[in-house]
């Protein structure tokens, strides 16, 4: 099964690459700004979110290419945050994907509104699309605003800075992953099933699911922060040890951290299983977070 879905994972990043180029290219916007946004969107990257998006309407075998749009804005909400951690102001990296990071580039002006451009038209997308009645447009626009905004990913990051320099409990360190990763993740599977006609229970299975494997995400991305090969990952080993951030493997010790990582796979891959959807797909990708190397 492993060929046929890393086919489909090659089929579907290939037409979300493409399309997100052709979203930019088509903006009348500055040359300059529209420069600056297709630089960090077309960085490379994993395009895990849009993957899960897909694999989520998969589940209910209809058309994975019904939610590009929606995959689309949440790689551009994924990437616009991503410029402004990289800002000398948060994280001060110079290093992502293996790229100098945007404001390296463009500047720190142009990079902050580069982010900004991302992060508006991302709703441009999924009110424009033409595959959505106005019941999903409204649903999906909601959800994505709440997952992205204070009440999520931005309340997570905000979190993640006043965490600096202090150690935390457990607890604390969940919230902040569960907001400032995790909820992008949620938003990525419960998406991809509400485009597909999930039923609320559904969505309340999925959400479960989503919260374990973004737990399980940041776990792994805390072990590779100790052990990880920086040609491989892209970003800088060791940058969450200079900045004294609690991590899985400080609080846990690495192999305490590998078996919380091993609990929220299996928690997740439980849950999938409770659907009763083909989820083939989508227990092949949690081994593949569990598993990833960058």
């Known amino acids: ?5 890393e086919t489909f994972i090659s089929k579907y990043k290939d037409i979300l690459e493409k399309e997100l180029s052709a979203s930019i290219h088509k903006l009348n916007a500055p040359q300059a700004l529209k420069g ?22 998969d589940a209910y075998e209809k058309n994975p290419e019904k939610g590009l749009s929606t995959a ?10 991503l410029i402004h951690d990289d800002l000398p102001c948060m994280d ?11 404001h390296k580039i463009f500047g720190e002006a142009l990079a902050i509104l580069a982010g ?15 595959h959505l009645d106005h019941h999903q447009k409204i649903w999906l626009m909601k959800m994505l605003s709440t997952c992205a905004g204070p009440e999520g990913m931005v309340g997570g990051q905000v979190a993640d800075i006043q965490a600096e320099n202090q ?36 969505l309340d299975l999925f959400e479960k699911f989503s919260r374990h494997l973004g737990l399980a995400f940041q776990i792994s991305d805390d072990i590779l922060d100790v052990i990880g090969d920086e ?24 192999e305490g951290a590998k078996e919380h990582l091993a609990h929220h796979i299996h928690e997740a891959k439980e849950t999938l299983s409770k659907t009763n959807l083909k ?13 990833r190397d960058r």
Do not use: W
């Open 1 to 5: 099964m492993t060929v046929q879905h």
């Open 167 to 202: 150690e935390l409990h457990l607890k604390e360190l969940e919230y902040i992953h569960n907001h400032k990763t995790g909820r992008l993740l949620t938003y990525s599977i419960i998406a991809g099933a509400k485009i597909a006609g999930a039923t609320e229970d559904e």
């Open 72 to 81: 689309c804005a949440l790689e551009m909400i994924h990437t616009y945050s």
């Open 279 to 291: 989820t083939d797909l989508l227990q092949y990708l949690t081994d593949v977070v569990a598993g």
């Open 116 to 130: 900004d451009g991302l992060l508006t038209y991302s709703f441009q997308l999924i009110a424009e699309d033409e």
């Open 231 to 254: 040609k491989i990952t892209g970003k800088r080993i060791g940058s969450d040890i200079e900045k004294k951030k609690s991590t899985y493997p400080s609080l846990l010790s690495l």
């Open 92 to 102: 001060d990296d110079d290093l992502r994907r293996g790229k100098p990071t945007n």
């Open 36 to 57: 600056a946004m297709l630089y960090s969107l077309t960085a490379g990257g994993k395009r895990i979110r849009p993957i899960l998006l897909f694999a989520a309407i």
